[in-house]
């Protein structure tokens, strides 16, 4: 993507520009009178428009302005979904409770359109009892059967047990 740049001020050469106020009603004014207003309001003349007949200009803070675009351009690569994974962390010995909150959450995450990777972390001794975790595991994958299916079964990996939910 390339690089929009701006004329103000004194690079305007256009003899006249159509100046858009604040309340974004517009007006063709001469260039010395549009950079005169500007001036009088301690901002830049900036040129928005520079293909139009006139070019459109904007009274404004022009360092205010390109420090908006530099953010926009930087949350907007972070708005994007990379992966729409979203992990749902429960344990082996998880509370009815507690287990019924991560599932609310996770049928939230899978209505909205995402994955879900559910990981049941083992501490200590649980280790030796995987079954438990395999329990766990089938609530999860049975009381969101209705909108889920399982993408992949659980399976061991260290201390944790993974799984995945897509929507069906």
Do not use: W
């Amino acid at each position: 993507m390339a690089k929009q740049q701006f004329r103000i001020n004194h690079q305007i050469k256009a003899p006249e520009v159509r100046l858009v106020g604040d309340d974004d009603e517009q007006t063709v004014v001469a260039t010395p009178e549009a950079r005169r207003q500007a001036e009088a309001a301690s901002l830049d003349l900036v040129e928005v428009a520079p293909n139009a007949k006139p070019p459109v200009c904007r009274i404004m803070d022009f360092g205010k302005f390109k420090y908006a675009l530099r953010k926009k351009d930087r949350v907007g690569g972070k708005k994007t979904k990379a992966s729409g994974l979203k992990e749902l962390r429960v344990r082996p010995a998880i509370d009815k409770h507690d287990l019924s909150y991560r599932l609310d959450q996770g049928r939230k995450f899978l209505e909205a359109g995402n994955k879900v990777n559910v990981v049941c972390i083992f501490r200590g001794r649980q280790r030796a009892f995987p079954e438990l975790g395999q329990r766990v595991m089938r609530d999860v994958a049975d009381t969101l059967a209705d909108i889920s299916k399982v993408e992949s079964p659980p399976k061991m990996a260290g201390n944790r047990m993974t799984m995945t939910l897509a929507r069906k």
